[in-house]
């Protein structure tokens, strides 16, 4: 199986959503699934929504309509067969290994041998993740961290483990470098990988000395954003972009994976008020805003 003709994302989220989109964009089919909304008559809503509002975006949309065509939806209870139709299965849902673990138990009853199956986590390590799957699994299996948008970050983290089959890792790293633009990075299985090992420390300190220093969200951006090497957004508007709500999994999971005399473990300490946020729906731009307002 040498050529990518179609795709799979399940998950149609802030990452999942974005990853359909760009491959859509690429000119591949790619279906799209996330669960059955509860109560829900539209058993594909939450894929539909998805698509429908990377059309809307702004200031430009994620999506050409054209590209929108490729897109299928769909949500994992009625279209999990449909699974066998693709070579490339990206997992993007949300950063929990039990989740993540039944669900590929699930894409492994129905995808066809040699079909590769990679994760978007942002901590978890591939050796959890394939942990208890079958050996086949492990040998299709990789981590293919992309970063947000996935439309205009260009960097990609690739994990492979010591059983991933690295014909399978040649395919997908050419795919997401020919068709997806993107510049791979080839990490090691360790917590965080790169680019969140870094991320959480200055999202840490961000957060604790704007508080210390008692600056605005715009004052400490305007300090910790290009310094920091991101332009648009700043470190704050970065996390509203990210979600506030996918924090406390990518700092609990790096918590229980660095040991504690790691220089790294003390930037995933709890932060309370990210905590009080998620609870009042702050959870960033998909929520009713978070550091920032939304207009
Ligand atoms: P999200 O909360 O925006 O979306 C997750 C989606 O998964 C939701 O629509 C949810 O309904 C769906 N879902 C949950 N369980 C499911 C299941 N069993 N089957 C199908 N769908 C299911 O999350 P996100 O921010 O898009 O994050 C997704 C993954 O990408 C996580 O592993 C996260 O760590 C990683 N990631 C996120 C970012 C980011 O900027 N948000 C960046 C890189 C990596």
Redesign the pocket.
Known sequence: MSEIRKAAV???????AGIAAHIANAGVEVLL???VPEGASNRSA?AEKAVERLLKAEPAAFMSKRAAKLVKTGN?EDDLDALADCDWIVE????RLD?KQ??YKKIDTVRKPGTAVS?????IPLAALIDGLSEGFGRDFLIT????PPRYMRLLEIVSGPATDPATVKRVSTFADVKLGKTVVNCKDTPGFIANRLGTQWMQLAVGEAFALGLTVEEADSVMGRPFGIPKTGVFGLMD???I??MP??LNSLQRALPKDDPFHKGTRDLPLIGEMIESGLTGR?GKGGFYRLN
């Not at 994760?119 to 901590?123: A, K, L, P, Q």
């Open positions: 399940i998950g149609a989220g802030v990452m999942g699934l996330d669960i939450i994992v993007a849902v949300v950063e989740v039944a669900l994760s978007n986590t942002s901590t961290h992309f970063f947000n972009l990210v979600g709500d996918l999994h990518v998909k």
